[in-house]
């Protein structure tokens, strides 16, 4: 099956500091990736939609400034979470769809914790 | 408005049965379902999925049952092993091919 690689699968940082989580289809063009939260115990919660060269489309309640999502090509989007604080701890999964899929493939996840 | 529910967070069966897991939606548009599977720390993996067109799918030990008019889907997992215990999501692309995911269900299947 497709393969989405996602890095880094953890990642621990100091608050204020900026954090960049990268997203890779390693096997077919994603016009479309998603970003996912999950916080312990609750689904997962989609945060935003990207396509490849525009700008991405957020799900309300999240706040673009603060999560920065580029798709600049066909196999990489990047979620930035920039100034993370200790409430921004939480585990991140990207996913990914090429033209037409109907299923999306997921990246690894990458657990952050912001001390 | 939860277009797609698993109204049963836990679900506890022993090892050698069969596992059912429940899932309903409200948006009759839906055309496809999906099932995916996630341990802790990892991200979801696909299981099993279903077109409307169908009202059962079979992959191994895992069967996906629609009933359309009653807006359900189940997920049977038969034998159940230790290696299923995880959290199941079931999971319908809306027409922008956004997942809509449910809440999940956690099974733990016990020796």
């Known amino acids: 099956g497709a393969v989405v690689s996602q890095h880094p699968s953890w990642v621990i940082c100091k608050s204020g500091t900026s954090v960049k989580i990268e997203c890779r289809s390693l096997?077919?063009?994603?016009?479309?990736m998603f970003w996912y939260r999950q916080f312990p115990k609750q689904s997962l919660m989609l945060m935003a939609t990207?396509?490849?060269?525009?700008?991405?489309?957020?799900e309300q309640g999240v706040e673009k400034d603060k999560f920065l999502i580029n798709h600049a090509s066909l196999t990489l989007s990047t979620l930035t979470v920039t100034s993370a604080h200790p409430e921004d701890s939480s585990f991140y999964i990207c996913?990914?769809?090429?033209?037409?899929?109907?299923?999306?493939?997921f990246g690894q996840g990458t657990r952050l914790t912001v001390v | 408005d939860q277009q797609v529910k698993q109204n049963s967070p836990s679900l506890s069966v022993q090892e050698g049965r069969i596992s059912i897991l429940n899932c309903d939606y409200t948006?009759?548009?839906?055309?496809?379902f999906l099932w995916y599977k996630k341990y802790p720390a990892e991200g979801p993996t696909f299981l099993i999925s279903?077109?409307?067109?169908?009202d059962k799918n079979e992959d191994g030990r895992f069967t996906v049952f629609l009933n359309k008019s009653a807006k359900h889907l189940s997920l049977h997992i038969v034998p159940s092993q230790p290696g299923d215990s995880a959290v199941y999501f079931c999971?319908?692309?809306?027409?922008?091919?956004?997942?809509?995911f449910g809440t999940g269900t956690r099974l733990q299947v016990f020796p």
């Open positions: 948006n009759s548009m839906f055309d496809y």
């Open positions: 990207s396509n490849e060269g525009s700008k991405a489309t957020y």
């Open positions: 996913s990914a769809a090429d033209r037409g899929a109907t299923e999306a493939f």
């Open positions: 999971a319908a692309p809306d027409n922008t091919d956004k997942l809509i």
């Open positions: 096997d077919f063009q994603a016009t479309t």
């Open positions: 279903i077109s409307s067109i169908k």
